[in-house]
Nanobody
């Protein structure tokens, strides 16, 4: 499956963005989908994950209550709605897919990755 992340941009603190991860090649519902973020010089950090059915989600503590992950089955995509953005949310955001949700916060467990979309939050 090929993944395409989009929706990043430059926003002021407190603003919102809607990140999208579109899949091609296979039905996205066959995979759990995670979002990660990375800044230069640091390891890739888990942000959120959604199960194949969409019934199970999990978030990093740093984004709970501000970010929401969901599936858009009609568009074969996964959405990460990011609200109340803070300067520390600035990073390149990546989506990734794996068959089972186990080990969802470990980037090495994912089989497929999108190319990343840049989110920059100004103070």
């Amino acid at each position: 499956v090929q993944l395409q992340a989009s929706g990043g941009g430059l926003v002021q603190a407190g603003g919102s963005l809607r990140l999208s991860c579109a899949a091609s090649g296979r039905t996205f519902s066959s995979y759990a989908v995670g979002w990660f973020r990375q800044v230069p010089g640091k390891e890739r950090e888990f942000v959120a994950v959604i199960s194949r059915s969409g019934r199970t989600t999990s978030y990093a503590d740093s984004v709970k209550g501000r970010f929401t992950i969901s599936r858009d089955s009609g568009k074969n995509s996964v959405i990460l709605q990011v609200n109340s953005l803070k300067p520390e949310d600035t990073a390149t955001y990546y989506c990734a897919a794996k068959v089972y949700i186990d080990g969802y916060n470990d980037p090495s467990q994912y089989d497929y990755w999108g190319q990343g979309t840049q989110v920059t939050v100004s103070s």
